[in-house]
């Protein structure tokens, strides 16, 4: 399996590069166009929480893998912040008014949603979180 990286300084100015950098893997990869939008609002929004909550010393880095898995598509967010497994806060409760709504944990619920499979490990001192996205049929052909 055969990945590409990029690191950068986990500041919100990074984040059109980091999405650039995630499309265009994407788009070598072949992932529909649909999977490639849900890809990049999950990709947001974890780069986004990783910005304001993961380092709140200062400023940290964080490194993107990209790579094919068979047909996945595999994505790793790497970070040395806090330990922090994202996937453990709960899905927030769509069924009541906007108003009522107690206010964040969209972004995880929108990451859970827009992969086929999502994962977090703490592991030699990173959080690291696996986004999975499965080629359709229709890629393929």
């Known amino acids: 399996m055969k990945y590409d990286n990029i690191k950068c300084t986990a500041i919100i100015e990074n984040l059109a590069l980091v999405t650039e950098f995630v499309e265009e893997c994407a788009d070598r990869f072949g992932l529909d166009a649909k999977k490639k939008f849900g890809l990049l609002v999950a990709v947001e929004e974890a780069f986004v929480n990783i910005c304001n909550y993961a380092y709140p010393n200062g400023e940290g880095e964080i490194e993107l893998s990209c790579g094919a898995d068979g047909d996945a598509f595999v994505l790793e967010i790497e970070d040395k912040g806090s330990p ?28 859970r949603r827009l992969t086929d499979d ?5 592991e030699n001192g ?8 499965k080629r359709t049929p229709a890629d393929v052909a």
């Open 84 to 111: 922090f497994d994202v996937l453990s806060l709960p899905d927030p409760n769509t069924t009541l008014d906007i108003m009522d709504r107690e206010i964040g944990g969209l972004g995880v619920y929108f990451i």
């Open 118 to 122: 999502v994962s977090y490990r703490r």
């Open 126 to 133: 990173q959080n690291i979180l696996r986004m999975v996205l």
